[in-house]
């Protein structure tokens, strides 16, 4: 049976991409070697909309979440953790694995941080060093305000670091404008990359900030990394078949044009929660929605993770279920990276099949017909 | 023209292993992943002859070896860093970034360090919490005796951490029976795949260690990891596409035979020795040398590091260089992962006709002539 991916990560991967992790091999210091790197980070930094040099890692995101913390805070420092999911979660556990002390500005499941909540978080806690926020929070499909966050930031003496490993590419995410002092992505996402390859972009007072902090690091070592960018090399042995691979999916975004990826993931989304909400299902998000991923509620009486299962093992449609205390709640439908109208299609489709297998009341087609009128605003011009 | 790799890291990776690489990518939380991983590292339990897990990592060695340190090392402890070349002295490094008091024990670039060396430091320092070894420094093409370091410090309360990552599966090397505490590996050498992973081996008195060391750490936490094996999975989300091609890589190998593996190695690497002999030229570690690279000196006169270049990018045929104060002196012939006797046939031809280019003296083919005089050892029987 056919596989179909459409979980927020790992993401599918074009198969130009693919083909290109299966080159040869190459040795990673020479000048062609140099050339890639240089052509990657290079278009990264239009990715991130900045003007600084992208530092990469050859980790996990989560390990460029820890390489931000680790730089940048000095230990027995303070960090404000906005947290509006698990990934919000995922930078406070970071945090106190450093002796970083946290205060957590909590809101519930689906829905935002707000700027208020940021801004009087900062007015109590004035010495705070960090703050720290997802762009897109995929356990529940929430998106932040990161501009907004910014301008808080930009007013206070501490740093803002953003875990934008979900939604960078997806969105717009104006690194520089929005006064964002660290920013953190993986490969696997809007990136259209297997997992292997985290990036971060640092402002000039995040690398001022690296010298002044002093707990210990030295695989992920910003000055290292910077050291090894400027002569267009990294610190340690790179994954260079993804980073060649990468390269390829950065010429595909490139062609099809930013403002029409960030579109293309919108309409997407939006698509998305058309469809759910006239199949009668609610979403977990409807405030705050990210373009990356859409968390639907299931209805009463089904069992989510069989049904999730079902999806998986026996229609080989991967969604993502819940995490936590969403497991079997929700479901999440990400419409992230090598994704098109089609794609969203099939999911919708495969969900009502799955619905109407387990006995919930659905009008089968309804939620597809509701999607594509959405899917409608996409279409190329007439020839 | 045709490109060679013939570096001691990234090595060439087979073509059932590159197409694995380019195969869709999936989700890693599922049966099918769980399956896949687990069988990658229960090969490897084999690889690294342990009855201990091994903990999967998505990072360089580098990150492998960070690993060992912060999580096993008390801060303010104290280790013992052999070293012999350039690898020995990254051990010292990651314990100066995590607050580790080094004692050293240097030997001349070329030679090993001797288990006589090990037992008087052993005995200056009795308070020492580890020592640091690489089992091959591929800086010197230097083999250490790791089986009698492993007798002297199972002798004291020291652990033994071991940087394996260009020697394991190249060679033997007896985790569990040498006292090996923690063992560390790359997935870009002799494991034919490209860089990206990293594994280690924990012996019981390395993870009663875990308990009590305090550095910090999260991407890179061992106790983390351990919890994600025990359910066939990884703490964060791995590198996929490169455990699905490792267990290609390690399904070849194990169709060849372990102990095939390691005399194919030691073979190849006796025959560039009596290769460059009969150049007439000098090994720089004669005595204890490695059976994954082998440094040889280039002859007074010759502009090793345009001769270098000159194979690299005229001849196509990427050896390694020296490093640091060996740079432009030394010319580093690899003979590890997929390779078998042409590549060396190919690598010494290519060091002649490179020689001779460069005005030395030597006689084409002689080089050639002593490598198949080893090689023809491992030629199959008749039929």
Known sequence: MK??????????????TLLELAKPVKYHRTPEARQILAEVLQDLQYVFCTRNSIMPMTSSGTGGLEAAIANCLPAGSKAICLIAGRFGERWRSI??????????????????VQPEQLAA???AHPDAAAVCSTLSETSTGVGHDIAAFGKLVAAAPALLLVDAISGLGAMECRTDDWHIDINVTGSQKALMLPPGLAFAALSERAWKATEAARLPRFYFDFKRERKGVAERSTAWTPAISLIQGLRVALQMMRAEGWPNVHARHERLAR???????????????PESPSPAATAVMLPEGVDGSALFRYLRDRMRVTFAGGQDKLKGKIIRLAHLGYVDAFDVVTGVAALELALHHFGAQVELGRGVGAAERVLAEGLPARG
Chains 1, 2 share one sequence.
């Open 95 to 112: 945090c106190k694995a450093f002796g970083v002390e946290t205060v957590a500005v909590n809101v519930p499941y689906g829905q935002a």
């Open 3 to 16: 596989y179909r991916l459409l979980a927020p990560g790992p993401t599918p991967v074009p198969e130009e």
């Open 271 to 285: 698509a998305t929660r058309a469809a759910a909400t006239a199949l009668g299902l609610r979403l977990l998000a």
């Open 121 to 123: 978080a900062l007015k």
